[in-house]
């Protein structure tokens, strides 16, 4: 009978084994892949940079930085001494800022009770009170189906926060309210003015004091220059020359009639490092908005993403209420949730099972967090320190993204088997 027992000790622990080497070698697989990626687009001079983390549950199954943190200088010439991409740096994160930051802090005054989705964002914001803004709500700023037009160069006419929000209440709309989803940066800057007014606090205080505090991040914040404790920050694009062409070229769509893109010249003329890319962001809202601002390191992020993953819990106590994430992660007739994005025909959620999120940011950075099997992607590329292609557009990330993803996702698949 000892023998037996033995016996059978014996196989479990070799059964055990053999599955332990499976996996192991299948997370070699998925690695070699993801190095092979992002390793040829370095060596392609697609991108300067990146830094990658893939967690599944409690494990991390990949982290590594590649390449250059900062690679150009601002005539778009090599550094002699160019700063190699370290897990440690600091990331623009361009519009994970609606997601990490905002959509967040909406999430937390829901919870709280202080707000609804659905209440109408004049209850906060009087100016809205008119007859073509009074149906607008706080879940259709969340949706961009608000009917906001997408973009406007505030920074012709304002370097202060409050003085950008007034502008956006005179601002007419360009769409039917809930007709459609137009991608719009000022939904989200409503809605950190939205946060300012609930809490009573200015919108980076906010968010420091209840999602950077308490979930640990201590590598996040906006401005990080006025901070002399963070000395490894990525460096994104040479001055604002993408913005610059937005308000000169109208193929872009974006072009606004009635401005004359001469009455207002205070482009910056260096490179980027610590000061927010977006120009609204920067030069219009001292810094800090709901859309734009955040910068942060793949760990920090990380833990945000973990409390989504966990049911809103952090550690042992729910910071965020289950049915609160279950209110914002929850599709919508135009297949997104609140705030975060759930279409799987996005590039870094390509052919992702139902229930799968993320987003991205202009700078190079995105999310994917793929419920089905507890795992979640974060890529953090610095794609505008090479400068703008002969298109004068920047270099596409998507295929990137998209190989990352399906690379996830085949080891998913993989592991099951």
Request: aromatic share 10%; net charge neutral; glycine share 6%.
């Amino acid at each position: 009978m000892q023998k037996k027992l033995i016996s059978l000790l014996i196989i479990l622990l070799l059964n055990q084994y053999i599955v332990a080497a499976q996996h192991t070698e299948k997370q070699e697989v998925l690695i070699a892949k993801i190095n092979t990626i992002l390793e040829n687009e370095i060596n392609q001079s697609n991108i300067p940079g990146a830094v990658v983390l893939v967690k599944q549950g409690d494990v991390t199954l990949y982290k590594n930085a590649f390449g250059y943190a900062s690679l150009n200088n601002f005539d778009n010439k090599r550094l002699q001494n160019p700063e190699k991409t370290t897990v440690n740096h600091l990331y623009d994160i361009a519009s994970l800022t609606k997601v990490i930051g905002t959509t967040t802090s909406i999430m937390l005054l829901v919870d709280q009770g202080l707000i609804n989705v659905e209440d109408p964002v004049c209850d906060y914001i009087k100016a809205f009170n008119t007859p073509d803004k009074n149906k607008i709500t706080i879940r259709h700023l969340l949706t961009h189906t608000a009917g906001l037009i997408e973009w406007f160069p505030f920074y012709y006419y304002s370097n202060k926060r409050k003085d950008t929000y007034k502008i956006i209440d005179k601002l007419p709309l360009k769409y039917a309210i809930g007709s459609g989803r137009h991608y719009s940066d000022l939904g989200f800057i409503l809605l950190g003015e939205i946060i300012e007014k609930v809490s009573n606090l200015p919108l980076d205080q906010f968010m420091e004091q209840h999602i950077f505090k308490p979930l640990r991040m201590e590598h996040t914040l906006f401005n990080p220059l006025k901070n002399e404790t963070y000395n490894k920050i990525t460096a994104t694009s040479h001055g604002n020359p993408f913005e610059n062409r937005m308000v000169t070229d109208a193929s872009l769509g974006f072009k606004i009639d009635s401005l004359n893109p001469n009455q207002w010249n205070g482009w910056r003329q260096y490179t980027l490092k610590g000061e927010v890319n977006d120009g609204n962001a920067w030069y219009a809202n001292e810094g800090v908005s709901g859309h734009a601002g955040i910068f942060s390191t793949v760990d920090d992020l990380q833990k945000v993403i973990d409390v989504l993953k966990n049911k809103g819990k952090l550690n042992d106590r729910q910071f965020i209420s289950e049915n609160t994430l279950d209110l914002f992660l929850t599709q919508d007739e135009f297949k997104n949730g609140l705030g975060w994005v759930m279409n799987n025909s996005s590039a870094y959620l390509k052919n992702a099972p139902k229930g799968s999120f993320g987003h991205t940011g202009f700078t190079g950075t995105s999310i994917a967090v793929i419920p089905k099997y507890d795992i979640s992607v974060i890529l953090l590329i610095n794609r505008q320190n090479l400068g703008l292609l002969a298109s004068k557009s920047y270099y596409n990330l998507n295929p990137i993204r998209e190989k990352i993803v399906t690379s996830v996702l085949d080891y998913c698949d993989n592991k099951k088997n």
